[in-house]
């Protein structure tokens, strides 16, 4: 298994624009986890799924980002505009049966300029 | 709500001497702890959970509960070990929550 892939893993983008990002975990787990990491916060849980159903969005920072898990092996995350300050890496985490210990990707990071 | 702080943001140590990366948590009720860590270049992977009671790379972490505690040591820092490093927290549902991270800069 090449463990849970990202992308894009850099995207540079202009104020405004819509950004996607993308997330496959591994297969068989069951859970999956969207993180954002800065400097001043570190990581910070965005939302995650179980069996594809979103169960916790509350660190959803605002109504800019929508996040969708269509099936088993896909999940998205989308800034809609982007602003300046969603810069950050964005790491999607999968694991299995629980949030015993996660597998992360290797993350995306985006610069909003 | 469950918090995990880790007070520094970065701590640099030198090459033998010991380590110890500080993590304090928030739970009223009997939590799973973790440190995870980045290596540059790297993903962010598992070093080591309290459940394990295990030392991993020569680390350890103790949890206390008396002082809601869980921090990372290590008795001679190697050059290899500069990292960022997050603890985490999971308590009693499904989701991880993670302090703020150190970066450790070991000196040659």
């Known amino acids: 298994d090449a463990g849970v892939i990202q992308s894009p893993r850099h995207e540079v983008t202009e104020m405004g624009q819509e950004v996607t990002l993308r997330c496959k975990p591994i297969s068989g787990h069951d859970y999956l986890f969207w993180y954002r990491q800065t400097m001043m916060r570190g990581l910070e849980l965005l939302i995650y799924?179980?069996?594809?159903?979103?169960?916790?969005d509350s660190g959803m920072p605002e109504d800019r980002f929508s996040a969708k898990m269509p099936n088993a092996s896909f999940s998205t995350l989308k800034i809609q505009p982007s602003e300046p300050r969603d810069s950050a890496v964005y790491f999607c985490a999968s694991s299995f049966a629980g949030a015993n210990v996660l597998t992360f990707g290797a993350g995306s990071r985006l610069t909003v300029l | 709500a469950q918090r995990v702080t880790q007070p520094e943001k970065l701590l640099s140590v030198f090459k033998g001497a010991p380590v110890e990366l500080k993590c304090n948590y928030s739970?009223?009720?009997?939590?799973?702890l973790f440190w995870y860590v980045q290596y540059s270049r790297q993903r962010l992977q598992l070093l080591l959970r309290h459940i394990s009671r295990e030392s991993i790379k020569g680390f350890t972490a103790d949890l206390n509960k008396g002082e809601t505690s869980f921090h990372l040591k290590k008795p001679f820092a190697q050059e290899e070990d500069s990292a960022m490093y997050y603890c985490a927290l999971r308590a009693g549902n499904e989701k991880l929550t993670f302090g703020t991270g150190t970066r450790l800069t070991i000196i040659p």
């Open positions: 799924f179980n069996n594809n159903v979103p169960i916790d």
């Open positions: 739970y009223s009720g009997s939590p799973e």
